[in-house]
């Protein structure tokens, strides 16, 4: 198979090609090609992010002769980073593995001049490709064959790869659920019989693979499924397995159970974030702790709250940023709200609106209602936004809104005031005027004048 022309049509592989000219004109008689994830990327259609490239020549030599940095220990590992073109490109020296003591780092690396023993130590076939000056793809494991087959296979013996390095177990799921591949089944059976590995790996490499793949619902559930028929989910996320049992009822969700229903969420969401997507993971898990039954039926009374508490123990045991958890900690707080907009007051929804995750929040409210399959009404769910954001338009973002706010009511005025007609004051009295009075502004969607709150913080104060 010849890419040639994909190569000169997208100008990150095409200055990936002229590096390997280049090195190719500096030191003749050496091997270098563009090699791993591009290359997939490539025969599949997709546009690669980033080009890595493999060679036999010398790094110091390379060094030498290129804009180069080594980030952290990687030159050790025969691995440096070459500015080219105005892009950065990852080069490899060709090298072979040996063992593991931690499942991850290999015991001992030997650098070499055969790319063929250097491809046989990546984790799956179809990352193990190249692409020559040509052109043409240089395949020893038959991953062209398995791309166009839709498989992910474990190069050589499975259990071995994933001895090497216990985050492919993970990684293997996340290619499936991506491109919606199966899995080759001597690498399922091995991803079983390793699965106690996983045990071995942080949680932040584990979180990142879920950040990667959770940038689409449909492939969030695969991903999940694939890590639950092998028994790694238990391991590091129970709580998911763990959904299976909970029953709804069946007038208000007819595609099931609480695992039903949040995959069904997933399955509907519109975003691309990863944020949103994991938000919808979670709305429900506090259905776990807090199912009663009344009159024959099933209940989730207050399950929004502890589904935000028992996230935020998840968020922090997954060492999500402060700013993750409270994005979705946000959406998972406030999505039962959310399905209540047309009854709320316009202060509540403009708290709501002016968050910045309001975004998340949004789309997981309309995950969660889609779920319900037949029950969700499209216009109503559109209509209902609108209603908010015309409410926004009308009040604008809080610092603005906040400011104008201010100028009509505020703890000074309020005291000056009281100070005027005599009366001592409270802190939680001078707050609860406050906030009568903010009701009315906003009701009034500012159309008041500053004599108008004035007169109603007399009336108020006079009722203390």
Same mark, same amino acid.
């Given at each position: 198979m010849n890419v040639m022309n994909k190569l000169l049509n997208n100008s990150l592989l095409k200055a990936g090609r002229n590096l390997v000219i280049s090195i190719h004109q500096t030191f003749p008689n050496t091997q270098t090609y563009i090699v791993g994830g591009c290359v997939r990327d490539l025969i599949m259609g997709n546009q690669p992010h980033d080009v890595d490239i493999a060679t036999n020549v010398d790094i110091e030599k390379l060094i030498e002769s290129y804009k180069t940095v080594d980030i952290g220990k990687s030159k050790d590992f025969g691995i440096v980073i070459v500015f080219f073109e105005g892009y950065e490109f990852e080069v490899a020296h060709f090298r072979e593995e040996f063992g593991s003591n931690d499942n991850r780092h290999p015991a001992k690396v030997k650098q070499i001049n055969d790319f063929a023993i250097d491809t046989s130590r990546r984790d799956f076939t179809i990352n193990s490709l190249g692409i020559d000056v040509d052109g043409d793809i240089i395949d020893y494991h038959g991953g062209v064959k398995d791309i166009q087959n839709q498989i992910v296979k474990g190069i050589g013996i499975p259990s071995k790869r994933f001895e090497e390095d216990a985050l492919r177990i993970i990684r293997a799921a996340r290619f499936?659920?991506?491109?919606?591949?199966?899995?080759? =089944?001597?690498?399922? *059976?091995?991803?079983?019989?390793? @699965? $106690?590995?996983?045990?071995?790996?942080?949680?932040?490499? *584990?979180?990142?693979?879920?950040?990667?793949?959770?940038?689409?619902?449909?492939?969030?559930?695969? /991903?999940? @499924?694939?890590?639950?028929?092998?028994?790694?989910?238990?391991? /590091?996320?129970? $709580?998911?397995?763990?959904y299976r049992g909970f029953c709804h009822n069946p007038k208000f969700h007819p595609e099931g159970g609480l695992y039903e229903h949040t995959m069904s969420a997933l399955n509907v969401s519109h975003s691309n974030n990863p944020l949103t997507n994991i938000?919808?993971?979670? #709305?429900?898990?506090?259905?776990?702790?807090?199912?009663?039954? $009344?009159?024959? #039926?099933?209940?989730?009374?207050?399950?929004?709250?502890?589904?935000?508490?028992?996230? %935020?123990?998840?968020?922090?045991?997954?060492?999500? =940023?402060? #700013?993750?958890?409270? =994005?979705?900690?946000?959406?998972?707080?406030? #999505? %039962?709200?959310?399905?209540? /907009?047309?009854? %709320?007051?316009? =202060?509540?929804?403009?708290? *709501? @609106?002016?968050?910045p995750n309001f975004n998340i929040l949004k789309e997981v409210t309309r995950a969660d209602d889609e779920a319900r399959l037949h029950l969700f009404n499209e216009n109503d769910f559109k209509n209902k936004m609108a209603r908010i954001e015309e409410i926004f338009k009308t009040f604008g973002e809080q610092k603005e809104f906040e400011s104008r706010i201010k100028s009509l009511i505020n703890g000074n005025m309020v005291i000056n005031i009281a100070q005027k007609i005599g009366i001592d004051i409270q802190g939680s009295q001078i707050g609860h005027i406050i906030h009568q009075v903010r009701e009315v502004i906003i009701e009034k969607e500012f159309n008041i004048t500053f004599q108008d709150t004035s007169r109603m913080v007399k009336k108020l104060i006079h009722q203390i």
């Open positions: 499936a659920a991506k491109y919606n591949f199966e899995i080759d =089944s001597d690498t399922i *059976i091995a991803m079983r019989q390793k @699965r $106690e590995l996983v045990k071995n790996l942080s949680v932040e490499r *584990i979180r990142d693979e879920f950040m990667k793949v959770a940038v689409n619902g449909k492939a969030l559930v695969k /991903f999940l @499924r694939i890590l639950i028929a092998v028994g790694v989910l238990d391991i /590091f996320l129970p $709580e998911i397995n763990q938000a919808i993971l979670f #709305h429900d898990v506090g259905k776990m702790v807090t199912q009663t039954f $009344e009159d024959g #039926h099933v209940c989730y009374k207050g399950h929004a709250q502890k589904s935000f508490e028992m996230f %935020m123990d998840i968020g922090k045991r997954f060492k999500f =940023s402060n #700013h993750q958890i409270e =994005s979705m900690g946000f959406a998972i707080q406030n #999505h %039962m709200i959310a399905h209540k /907009f047309n009854e %709320m007051k316009k =202060s509540k929804i403009i708290q *709501i @609106r002016q968050n």
